[in-house]
């Protein structure tokens, strides 16, 4: 079945980095554009990247361009998004997800990983 799992949230001081990998299993994963979107509590979810099916196209929220980049392994299926100069309004639940069209209406999602900025 369809599998995409979240790894490397964490705990991280603001102006800290982390790395977020999306392992996917179950689907042709290179037909698939990738996207990482996040979720703050409270708050509506917000698409943080997204990236083409090779990867070679990419786009940002305006919110985290020139902090966090997208990148993709299609020989490993996997999906990651390096978070640099992170700020405590980046703590969210992300989330990858695989979109068939574009950066949007994803058709399969993972279970999400916890990223907090706090001092």
């Known amino acids: 079945q369809v599998q995409l799992v979240e790894s490397g949230g964490g705990l991280v001081q603001p102006g800290g980095f982390l790395r977020l990998s999306c392992a996917a299993s179950g689907f042709i994963f290179s037909s698939y554009w990738m996207n990482w979107v996040r979720q703050a509590p409270g708050k509506e979810r917000e698409g943080v990247s997204c990236?083409?099916?090779?990867?070679?196209?990419?786009n940002y929220a305006t919110s985290v361009q020139g902090r966090f980049t997208i990148s993709r392994d299609n020989a490993k299926n996997t999906v990651y998004l390096q978070m640099n100069s992170l700020k405590p309004e980046d703590t969210a639940v992300y989330y990858c997800a695989a979109s068939t069209t574009g950066c949007d209406r994803c058709e399969f999602w993972g279970q999400g990983t916890q990223v907090t900025v706090s001092s």
């Open positions: 990236t083409s099916r090779s990867g070679d196209l990419t």
